[in-house]
């Protein structure tokens, strides 16, 4: 299964920030459900969408040496929804950065309306700290494999 | 230099918004875990917004040191902190109120040295520094 709720960054500052998009569509399957007749992006696919772009930015900085978790949503609001055919922006702004973990701050918007706003704090999970031998990065989210998400748009606009 | 009462203030909003607690929660006394409810990620939570908020870097296990017992075996024996073990957290945490935990040294106790009041202690000596 491919986890991946961003569909392309737009930016992407090492160390500083990054700016990806997710494009929503009728063809997710939960949107018939979420809600029958009133189809809007779950809130807790945003906030995954935003923790993916920061946690993406987080890893990097370490070039992916240590395995992200998403550890605490000290804060997060929405204020508005987001429909099929949107457009939704996920700006994320690198907070803190250290061995321990990091931290981000998070808006996601559809043009210039502000849809949710997070901060998100991640935490580093190392095989020492666990008493595990190995940890299987395939597990984890935002990991080095969710940058194939930077490949998108190498491919061109499709046109000639 | 912030007075001992200005430190709390900020003190006092950052755990606000890191715990989720109400002002008036948030007294010198009040433990972290056991008043406040934190919990482990919490801690790493608090150092990111102190930094933040007073400007200052705080390294790792420098306000709340990890894995006390762990890095040497004679720090503790039968579940309480031994003499050198107490020795070793008033090093550790100059911060701390090691005497009102030296009378009752059980390992499980060591939470209860995280107050409020630690913090400003902490803050309070690293701002002057």
């Not at chain 2, 433990?31 to 933040?52: M, N, T």
């Not at chain 2, 309480?80 to 005497?99: F, S």
């Amino acid at each position: 299964m491919r986890w991946i709720w961003i569909d392309r960054f737009i930016e992407f500052e090492r160390g500083s920030h990054a700016k990806a998009i997710k494009n929503i569509t009728l063809a997710e399957e939960h949107l018939h459900d979420h809600f029958p007749g009133f189809p809007i992006m779950p809130g807790s696919l945003m906030l995954e969408g935003m923790a993916q772009t920061g946690g993406i930015l987080l890893g990097d900085v370490h070039n992916f040496e240590h395995v992200v978790i998403l550890a605490k949503v000290p804060k997060i609001e929405f204020h508005s929804w987001a429909t099929p055919g949107d457009t939704l922006t996920y700006s994320a702004k690198l907070i803190e950065a250290r061995a321990e973990g990091g931290m981000v701050e998070c808006t996601a918007k559809v043009g210039d309306r502000l849809v949710a706003e997070a901060e998100i704090v991640f935490a580093h999970v190392d095989p020492a700290s666990t008493g595990a031998a190995q940890i299987d990065q395939k597990s984890f989210v935002f990991t080095s494999r969710l940058l194939t998400v930077l490949d998108v748009g190498k491919a061109g606009s499709g046109g000639h | 230099m912030p007075t001992r009462d200005e430190i709390l203030d900020k003190v006092r909003d950052t755990l606000v918004d890191a715990l989720g607690v109400d002002e008036d929660e948030v007294t010198p006394q009040a433990r972290l875990s056991a008043d406040l409810g934190a919990e482990s990620i919490d801690f790493l939570d608090i150092v990111f917004r102190l930094e933040k908020s007073f400007n200052t870097k705080i390294p790792r296990g420098e306000l709340f040191p990890e894995n006390f017992s762990a890095a040497d075996a004679t720090l503790v024996a039968n579940g309480k902190v031994t003499e050198k073990g107490i020795e070793e957290l008033r090093t550790r945490m100059p911060h701390a109120d090691v005497d009102s935990f030296a009378k009752d040294p059980k390992v499980e106790n060591i939470p209860e040295l995280f107050t409020v009041n630690m913090i400003v202690n902490f803050l309070e000596k690293k701002l002057a520094s």
